[in-house]
Structures are given as structure tokens and as C-alpha cells.
């Protein structure tokens, strides 16, 4: 699993990721848990990005 912080949109994610052929992308951090590298100032919008 990817997470990617910052001003992005939902398109412009699937986008960047499409050749990768990812099982999904979710608007939002996953289980509503904070990785340790984001800081609490980060700013934008979280996604989260995985293959099974």
C-alpha cells in the first residue's frame, strides 16, 4: 500500500498510477490510521493506493 499527501485530485491520482494497474485507489488513509511519515502539518488531501 502507497499513501500520497498533498493537492491532487481523485483524477489526477488515478492518473499518475494507471500504467501500475492498481486493485484500488481510496479517497482517504485506509483503516483511518496516520503512517508515521505524514506529519500532523501536512497539507491536502490523503489517498491511499494498493494491489492485492
Do not use: A, Q, R, T
Amino acid at each position: 500500500m502507497i499513501f500520497i499527501n498533498g493537492h491532487y485530485s481523485i483524477v489526477e491520482i488515478k492518473k499518475l498510477f494507471k500504467s501500475l494497474k492498481p486493485d484500488e485507489i481510496y479517497e482517504g488513509l485506509m483503516y483511518d490510521e496516520k503512517p508515521n511519515n505524514i506529519s500532523d502539518e501536512s497539507i491536502g488531501k490523503s489517498y491511499s493506493v494498493w494491489w492485492d
